[in-house]
């Protein structure tokens, strides 16, 4: 059975009404609303047919349908009038980042909540992978006699600190040093190419003083594991009570499956972590992790010089009105990647 331009219209005109109004909608309803040139009676044949090829729903025995996952992902798909954002709220946004100082994560955190005031729902952030990054300076500091700070500074404007503990005493100059020599050879790799590097491949691009490569032998692999220790990106979530407001979420138990995944930081990684590069939407059963069946997420990346370093997203029920979210997420996204490329030249 092919799905004609009337079961089409038929198909947007439920949806639209399910996202705006939470009910099942029935023939009248369409007929009345969105498409008067067809009989009730003609839409409810076409109903039958969209039922039966598994585009909409009959959620008990009232006569209207609801969208199924199915339908939903023809209407993003095709079917949805693609808008783009209000000018008010693009320049909502655009100040709302102009007046943000601060490091990295805070700006990040920024955009999470102002993320969640706008689309209504809940959202989530992933502040940028340390391991997405490139080197860009390196500081070995002495603490004292078994201690050194490692000081790393990525070019997105990451810093990380962190102690290594050697078993005897090395003097300032040589620290001074070694570092200089590691940013000669290690300026602009990955993070991630660093981590899986071979100490050996280091220690042999340093010159001969032997007194330097005893202390990059002990230096070195608490300097990596360091490094590896620091690539899981903060997660931020915001907005979660928005959802309380919805009539989806009336269940306590469907309200208490969502937000117990809002406070599980592993889970939300794995919802961030390999976010595509464009805009995308996950509906309901599309989702791999099981409390989210009943849920949509849209999600997207933000970039620096070109570089994709972390990702942001909405989690809403099915009935969530795409159109406006992706017109909002992309906005942020494009003002965040531009208000990125001046903090990080500055």
């Not at 709302?96 to 100082?101: A, I, L």
């Not at 993320?115 to 500081?139: D, E, G, N, V, W």
């Amino acid at each position: 059975m092919s799905l004609g331009s009337r079961k089409q219209l038929i198909l947007q005109a439920i949806i639209e009404d399910y996202i705006n109004t939470a009910e099942p909608v029935g023939s009248r309803t369409v007929s009345k609303k969105y498409l008067k040139d067809i009989s009730p009676a003609t839409i409810r044949n076409e109903m039958a047919d969209l039922e039966e090829m598994g585009y909409i729903e009959q959620p008990h025995t009232s006569a209207g349908r609801v969208p199924s996952d199915k339908g939903y992902r023809l209407y993003v798909d095709r079917l949805m009038e693609q808008k783009t954002i209000d000018w008010h709220d693009y320049e909502f946004i655009r100040k709302e980042f102009m007046d943000t100082v601060g490091e990295i994560d805070r700006l990040i955190k920024h955009a999470s909540k102002l993320l969640s005031a706008m689309t209504k729902y809940a959202s989530i952030a992933m502040a940028p992978q340390f391991k997405r990054t490139c080197l860009k300076h390196l500081q070995l500091i002495k603490v004292d006699s078994h201690n050194i700070l490692a000081v790393i500074v990525t070019d997105a404007g990451i810093i990380k600190n962190s102690v290594i503990r050697t078993d005897s005493d090395i003097e300032v100059d040589a620290l001074e040093k070694i570092s200089n020599m590691l940013n000669q050879k290690l300026i602009g790799l990955s993070i991630e190419e660093l981590v899986n590097m071979d100490i050996t491949k280091i220690n042999s691009g340093i010159n001969n003083n032997e007194d330097y490569k005893q202390v990059l032998t002990k230096v070195l692999p608490e300097l990596l594991q360091a490094l590896r220790y620091s690539e899981r990106a903060e997660i931020y979530s915001d907005g979660a009570a928005n959802l309380l407001d919805l009539p989806e979420y009336s269940d306590v138990q469907k309200a208490k499956d969502f937000f117990s995944i809002l406070d599980k930081n592993d889970i939300l990684y794995e919802i961030l972590k390999d976010v595509s590069e464009k805009t995308t939407v996950t509906i309901g059963k599309e989702n791999k992790i099981h409390q989210l069946k009943d849920c949509s997420i849209i999600t997207a990346t933000y970039s620096y010089n070109g570089k994709v370093i972390g990702s942001i997203g909405v989690l809403g029920p099915t009935r969530m009105n795409y159109s406006k979210v992706i017109s909002i997420v992309d906005c942020l996204t494009q003002n965040l990647n531009d208000i990125l490329t001046k903090i990080i030249k500055t």
